[in-house]
């Protein structure tokens, strides 16, 4: 599976939370967020299908379109890419840059350190 572009994401992000769905619907779904057609949003989704990130059931009409790929397939994908890319592979670097920079609660702190002694690190 190849990098998801924004406007991929915002795609699946609709498919996943509709479980399907035809054309008019996602377009009434995205326009607030995107400002797409529905001809710009038909588009999109020809081109994803193409990619093998949306299937396109063709036996009903309206056709319904549904995420070919898994949600969390996709993020673990993108968790993967944005650590190599950033933190050259470090997941020990990014936790301590995000705790540097944003607050944790007392519970947090718990949670986290339990996962830490849960893990085989």
Known sequence: ?????????????????????????????????????????????????????????????????????EREACRAKERKSFLDRVYQGSAGDLIAAFLKEERISPEEKEKLRRMLDDMEV
Do not use: F, Q
């Open 1 to 69: 599976m190849a990098d998801l572009s924004d406007r991929e994401w915002t795609v699946l992000e609709a498919l996943w939370d509709s479980d399907g769905a035809e054309l008019g619907v996602l377009s009434r779904m995205l326009r607030p967020e995107t400002g797409w057609s529905a001809n710009t949003l038909h588009t999109y989704l020809t081109r994803m299908e193409k990619k093998g990130l949306v299937s396109i059931d063709k036996t009903c009409s309206p056709h319904i379109y549904r995420a070919a790929v």
